[in-house]
């Protein structure tokens, strides 16, 4: 970060990381303003600055590191690898790295414990680039095919029924006692975790910032962790 000229991000992320980011140029918007944003950066690329684009979590799951690669396709800028010598291709060319992050869905699975140890599928239940049809299928098959499933962005103020309704969706497939883990702000200050059963999931609270963790038919609560195993106590016999 210090080696960059302009740091660009969503508001509420460029004020998490304020500290960090004195002196710099800043680009910085609100929701829905991604694109702007990007572009915004890339134009700073081309002008031979550098720029940072900050995500929450991993900028390469469900952030900015795909729409990156979108918008230079789009306008046909080349791209290269970091430390690569920038390439006569006839138009222009920029560096991007992408620097992975701890995605929520790790920073959640580490404070409930061990809910992702086997196969697991992540969905949005934002519908505002997705349309509801096809996630509805996605839960479904996830459901179906017993996975742990990890919901992002399952309420809004916006948003209030979708979490309801892929509730009643993995119903159909999992018996309503399966644990559900809660992971509300993972790793920031008012983190709040919690535990239920899939039948009372949507008493819970949950907002944008939550992330929540669906069980398959073999996780568990164990005291006051989830869990999921791997197989490795059948496979070897433990305790035999």
Not at 11 to 31: A, D
Not at 78 to 97: A, K, S
Not at 98 to 114: E, H, K, N, Q
Not at 132 to 156: E, G, M
Request: glycine fraction near 6%.
């Amino acid at each position: 970060m210090n080696s960059v000229d302009t740091v660009a991000g969503y508001t509420t992320y460029i004020e998490l990381i304020k500290p960090v980011i004195q002196n710099k140029n800043l680009i910085s918007t609100g929701m829905t303003k991604e694109v702007e944003r990007v572009e915004a950066a890339i134009d700073k690329a081309l002008d031979g600055k550098s720029c940072a684009i900050v995500s929450s979590g991993d900028p390469g799951i469900y952030a900015m590191a795909g729409l990156v690669f979108e918008v230079c396709e789009n306008k046909n800028i080349g791209i290269v690898h970091p430390n690569t010598d920038r390439v006569n291709t006839g138009h222009p060319t920029i560096q991007v790295e992408v620097v992975p992050g701890i995605p929520a869905l790790c920073a959640g699975a580490s404070i409930l414990g061990a809910p992702l140890t086997h196969d697991f599928a992540a969905i949005s239940l934002s519908d505002l680039l997705t349309p509801w049809d096809l996630i509805k299928k996605r839960i479904d098959a996830a459901a179906k095919a017993d996975f742990v499933i990890v919901l992002y962005n399952p309420k809004s103020k916006k948003r209030t029924e979708q979490l309801k309704k892929a509730q009643e969706i993995v119903l159909k497939h999992r018996d309503k006692k399966t644990v559900v883990g809660f992971v509300t702000k993972a790793m920031r200050k008012d983190q709040e975790v919690s535990m239920t059963t899939l039948e009372e999931m949507h008493r819970v609270y949950a907002d944008m910032q939550t992330i929540i963790f669906i069980g398959s038919s073999a996780s568990r609560k164990y005291m006051d962790f989830m869990i999921t195993p791997r197989g490795y106590a059948e496979k070897y016999k433990m305790g035999e």
